[in-house]
């Protein structure tokens, strides 16, 4: 985040007036509505019993002008004659309760929370359960750090929800992948869990937030810094038809399904407009086509960058007006702050527009509880600081990293290693020795956490351990120590691959291939070692790492993302089979060769005249170093699916909607006329029987794709994921899965005016190896 001295200067200011207004206790949260002061009484707006429209309307009308507008930045400062102490919108819970922000310190008796694996390997487990349990405690863990007086917001600005479009990009690693439908997903989950809801949903009582998550980065922003472009002056080109059905949706499960109560709108333009200035896709999309009713924070300094960068705005009053009249109500900066008088007294914006913005600021911290009384004689006050780090939560963090861990490559049951036969082991790389890799950006300080090398020393008598290279970025090597390390033990493990300085926000990768002489030590040291060796990768995106793939003497190969506080451990379990890994990958690993396309480019699609080969598992058209999806056990699973699962789908029987003709004689009908009512008629189930027909007990992801006919057109993805399911099975268990599938919703895709039809004809239902035909009829 853009950030400036400004900002710290502000941070300090807030927690100054915060300390000096406080009546209460400093181990008590700042909140408004003290029961015990005589104003309270007097105040509209802290009773309680009325609704929260009608207590903000009365609170947004005692301030004067300077006081509204000293409320539309991040740090958000007290009004002491009313009783509201300072507020700090900006607080980051990506994988657990951060540091990122301002409103948690960790600087009193809580000191870390509950570290989760980075996003995109909790990802990897495709499980819905998971995700939802981790936004549960990180949701609890930062009420708990709220109620101990140690924070001054509960505002957290997660989860990102961007899809993982280039694999450079270097936020990636904070998505759950490439896929709309996984990322949607993960962001009901998610949001579910950290503000309290039911892992199903609708069951916050009166609209009361336990914590408030906010999905970013609104909209088509998975670019930061590449050559000489940055995303403060970046123009996404994207069709109607790749905002459709890749960009929107899961903004659109974010706010309708989720019920999220904060969006960050992002830092590039979209076809030209800044997004924190476009009325259509903050206003006429967000609040009044997809029902959002929270707040809308910009990415930091996003306001100021419509002026300094994108050159949208000719005067920083124009800046503020634009983002005003948007619909954006908190400005992360000091923008709005400097700039809303003067724009009013110009006449550029309107003091409704900012009372509008105050209205959905102040209904989210009442929602919080901030406004009656202290919160922690309230609903959530019995959360207890105690939660934070609780033996549950940190077997929850084990739980995530076993479940996502990725086995690429396993040649003659290399792995597990036996814990009786094996005394000795080398461990070799520059990231075997460091627990900061481990937990990848946007972090918090972990409960506790353990190097792989020493979580790997647990299970052998002998280790050698030597880094290789000075550093990740492998600059230069120590071949011939590493080699001495791994040609007299039993096993050799590499932990190789990359970190933050590698990829990180405002740094996009120019390569896919391992960094420095990394690839030049991996083929050293399987050379001479004994036996093949087990080659583990930390990275957030992918690696072309082809040369280990077809190495037989590189015989395993695990890919651990940044696994969090109790990576090491979940990685050391597989590897001496305690654990069966089950991973599968959410995003797909592309060669090198990748690299000549634009990071500019934003088309999802192919377009074969110019041998543009698209983007992600559904549309693109080249090589793959590994596919999405792909993730080895060690065990067998075999799938069926069943007769009951029908092979013919009339929609022509279910609806009266138009059928237009295209090329080829290919028929479509709009999603929309068909109707909701005529959709939901639609629907079906397909059920599958699952097998582990293997020796080894084992948890994994079923993975239930739709695959198009040839002859299918418009644009439609070559593949397209309808479902997922985690199922644990004990070896030579079966289990039956039943899959529910909405043709409106999983067999569309957009045309090129972005509107969403199915097409007649074939597709192919398919899980591993098993297809079942499914014809349309229109």
């Known amino acids: 985040m853009k950030l400036h001295s400004t900002l710290a200067l502000i941070s300090t200011l807030l927690w100054l007036t915060l300390t000096l207004i406080s009546t209460t206790e400093s181990t008590q949260p700042p909140f408004s509505c003290d029961s015990s002061l005589p104003l309270t009484k007097s105040l509209k707006f802290c009773q309680s019993a009325l609704p929260i429209s009608v207590r903000v309307k009365d609170l947004v009308s005692r301030l004067t002008l300077d006081e509204k507008i000293s409320q539309l930045v991040n740090s958000a400062p007290a009004i002491p004659r009313l009783g509201i102490p300072a507020y700090e919108w900006w607080s980051e819970s990506l994988h657990g309760v951060g540091a990122a922000g301002r409103g948690i310190f960790f600087n009193g008796s809580i000191v870390g929370a509950t570290s989760f694996p980075q996003v995109i390997l909790t990802a990897s487990s495709f499980d819905e359960n998971l995700w939802y349990r981790i936004g549960q405690v990180i949701g609890r863990e930062a009420r708990g750090v709220y109620n101990a007086g140690e924070a001054v917001g509960m505002t957290f600005w997660a989860p990102n929800i961007n899809i993982f479009r280039d694999p450079r990009w270097g936020r990636g690693q904070e998505t759950p992948g490439e896929d709309p439908t996984v990322t949607g997903k993960y962001a009901i989950r998610y949001v579910r869990g950290v503000q309290g809801d039911s892992f199903e949903g609708g069951k916050l009582k009166k609209g009361h937030l336990q914590a408030s998550a906010c999905c970013k980065h609104f909209t088509a922003y998975d670019l930061d810094q590449w050559k000489t472009l940055d995303r403060f002056s970046f123009n996404a080109i994207v069709t109607p038809q790749d905002m459709a059905d890749t960009f929107q949706p899961p903004f659109q499960d974010c706010i309708q399904k989720a019920q999220a109560s904060g969006i960050m709108c992002s830092y590039n333009s979209v076809n030209g407009i800044p997004s924190c200035a476009n009325y259509n896709l903050l206003t006429k999309t967000a609040r009044q086509q997809w029902g959002f009713h929270g ?40 923008y709005l702050r400097k700039y809303t008088k003067s724009a009013i007294m110009q006449k550029k914006v309107s003091e409704a527009h900012v009372d509008r913005a105050l209205h959905n600021l102040f209904s ?110 492998c600059t230069s090597v120590a071949i011939d120590q590493a080699v001495n390390a791994a ?63 077809i190495n037989p003497k590189i015989g395993s190969i695990l890919w651990a993302g940044y696994p969090g506080e109790a990576g090491g451990l979940a990685l050391s379990e597989i590897i001496f089979g305690e654990h069966n890994p089950g991973g599968k990958l959410p995003i797909t690993w592309y060669p090198q060769e990748f690299v000549k396309i634009p990071m500019t480019d934003m088309r999802m699609r192919p377009n074969p005249a110019t041998g543009y080969p698209g983007r992600t598992y559904r549309f693109y058209k080249g090589p793959k170093v590994f596919e999405f999806g792909y993730g080895l056990s060690y065990t067998t699973y075999s799938y069926e699916f069943s007769a009951v699962t029908p092979k013919t789908v009339q929609l022509n029987q279910l609806s009266n909607a138009k ?72 070896a030579g268990e079966n289990s039956q899965l039943v899959f529910e599938i909405s043709p409106c919703e999983h067999l569309s895709s957009a045309n090129e005016d972005g509107l969403m039809m199915i097409e007649e004809g074939s597709r192919y239902l398919v899980i591993g190896d098993a297809e079942h035909p499914i014809n349309i009829m229109i």
């Open 364 to 473: 989210i911290r009442m929602r919080l509880g901030l406004f009656n009384g202290n919160p922690t004689k309230q609903l959530f006050g019995n959360i207890s600081p105690n939660l934070v780090c609780a033996q549950q939560h940190q077997e929850l963090a084990l739980e995530a990293a076993r479940s996502g861990i990725v086995l690429l490559k396993n040649t003659g049951k290399l792995l597990p290693l036996s814990k009786a036969k094996t005394n000795s082991l080398a461990v070799i790389g520059p990231n075997a020795n460091s627990v900061y890799v481990l937990r990848g950006n946007y972090d918090g300080p972990p409960c506790k956490s353990v190097e792989i090398l020493k979580a790997l020393s647990g299970y052998v008598k002998t280790v050698q351990y030597h880094p290789g290279c000075n550093a990740v970025n």
């Open 659 to 730: 059928t237009v003709q295209v090329s080829d004689s290919i028929r479509y009908m709009s999603v929309d006329e068909i109707g909701r009512d005529n959709c939901e008629k639609a629907k079906f189930s397909a059920h599958v029987s699952v097998k582990n027909s293997g020796e080894m007990d084992g948890k994994h992801p079923v993975l239930l794709f739709v695959k198009q006919d040839d002859k299918v057109q418009n644009g439609s993805p070559v593949k397209q994921l309808v479902g997922f399911q985690s199922v644990s099975l004990k």
């Open 295 to 334: 707040y809308i924070t910009s990415d930091c300094d996003a306001v100021q960058v419509m002026h300094d960068n994108h050159k949208y705005a000719k005067t920083p009053e124009d800046a503020a007006a634009f983002a005003l009249k948007a619909g954006m109500d908190v400005n992360c900066g000091d």
């Open 487 to 549: 040609k007299n033990v039993d096993y050799v493990v590499l932990v190789m691959g990359l970190d933050q300085g590698q990829e990180r926000e405002q740094f996009d990768r120019d390569d896919l291939v391992l960094p420095g002489q990394q690839e030049k030590l991996i083929t050293s040291v399987a050379k001479a070692a004994k036996k093949p060796v087990i080659l583990v990768l930390l990275s957030g995106g992918p690696v072309d790492v082809s040369f280990a793939k």
